[in-house]
């Protein structure tokens, strides 16, 4: 899944964007020119930075915190509010960045502290004039305090129900087995995450937005994105994009408490882990899926490579350079983790030492007990054994003998041939949601869920015509 406009914190000097390749070669040279001590020379780049990308908070914050390091307290302030008012609301890094010293003896900023909760309040605002927008016609709107989130969303009431109970679900799951410090970490000074469910319209018009007018041709490659620069997550489905990308959101929440900025193979592969799960109780539990098929034929025709050089891809590499081969092996890192109950222990060793282990394979190598060589042959020969999952209709061997094709919240009706609409209950343009109650929201989730049922077996579909929801009772066909 494609991603855009990461912050990431390169280091504790300062605040750097993914950018086009010119701004972002302005920000590695102004934090190289901050780790020399050369602060005029990076108020110079941070500056040409800014006539770059006026927009961005990213350089004026920089700026702000090359002035800080030179004493200049007054100019430190006006950049750092003009970071504010474009949208900076990580309080955590205001209050560790070394670079800032000057600005915290400042008044200014007792009194934005004083006032933080006044200043999240007007981003949470302005955000939700900025987005609604995106959905022209109905909308459907949910708050959740506990999540720290405003949901919008084009979808339909009981659509719009379902999935703001999936991120909750998520958010239990991920906070509980991974992301365990966002347990106790008070939320007041957090900003909102707007999560956004548009319409068609709306989310062509943001994907141009963010992507630029080439993307039009190829909108249906685009499933969403967490910005997390505007704290805003947009997706076209209610399935594994959102999934996904509301990992993300929590990630990032947990990586500006730590300081941190994890490799992205942690990011992609954590963030892959829930795109395709069934559930015991109330909690997800993560499977094999399409993904994990793509590491068993690299590993089939002797093309997978070692984790050591997947640990250490950068993120630009990582999601421009065979992106579907490493979000695959990525996600399949963790599932083997996360089978071995080592999920949780190989994300508390990482974060501990971080500073020592950036790209996260020590940390991987010690909850494991393995030597490299030992890891490779135990995880490869744990692939070798991993069941092949259902992707095509091909592989299935029992079919509900209808036609289908990918929807926004399920797979939509496109052909009943035969007496499918008496015996199946669906008509044309009904979307299939679920079947006995696990989502069904993509093609690949609906074929991988179908492909372990037999034929004759009965099974009980979720559907909807417009924004009618029912269910019936199918019985399967031979393929």
Partial sequence: MKKLLFIILVSSLAVSAVAAPEPLELENRGI??????????????????????PESFVGHYNLGAALSMRGEADASIKAMSTALALGFTDKAQLLRDPDLE???????????????????????????????????????????????????????????????????????????????????????????????????????????????????????????????????????????????????????????????????????????????????????????????????????VHRLPRIEELAVIEMQSFTAKRPLAQYAQARTIMLYLLERGLLDDFYARYTANYDDDPSGYDSLLAVLDYEPEELEQAYRAWIAELVTVAETGSDLTATLGIEIENGTDGVAVTGLPGNARSRTGLRLGSVITHIEGRPTRDLFEFIRVLGQYGPGDTVTLHHRRGRVHSSSEVELLAR
Wanted: no cysteine.
């Fill in 102 to 300: 000057t600005f915290r003896g400042t008044d200014f900023f007792g009194q934005l502290m004083s006032q933080w909760g006044e200043l999240i309040e007007a981003r949470r605002q302005g955000d939700l004039d900025t987005v609604r927008p995106l959905i022209k016609e109905t909308l459907e709107s949910r708050t959740d305090e506990d999540l720290r989130l405003e949901l919008l969303s084009a979808h339909d009431e009981t659509a719009t129900d379902q999935a703001h109970a999936e991120l909750s679900m998520l958010a239990d799951w991920a906070v509980g087995e991974v992301f365990t410090g966002l347990a106790d970490h008070p939320l007041d000074d957090l900003p909102w995450i707007m999560v956004v469910l548009p319409d068609r319209t709306g989310f062509m018009s943001w994907a141009v937005t963010v992507f630029g007018p080439g993307v039009q041709g190829s909108i249906s490659s685009v499933g969403g994105a967490y910005e997390h620069q505007q704290r805003r997550l947009v997706a076209q489905d209610l399935g594994a994009t959102l999934r996904h990308e509301f990992i993300h959101v929590l990630h990032w929440r947990d990586m500006n408490r730590l300081g941190q900025a994890h490799a992205p193979w942690v990011q992609e592969g954590l963030a892959s882990l829930v795109e395709d799960y069934d559930t015991e109780g109330d909690d997800p539990v993560p499977v094999p899926s399409w993904r994990t098929n793509i590491v068993k034929r690299m590993l089939d």
């Fill in 32 to 53: 190289e020119a901050m780790a020399a001590g050369d602060y005029a020379r990076a108020e110079e780049i941070f500056r040409d930075l800014i006539e770059l990308r």
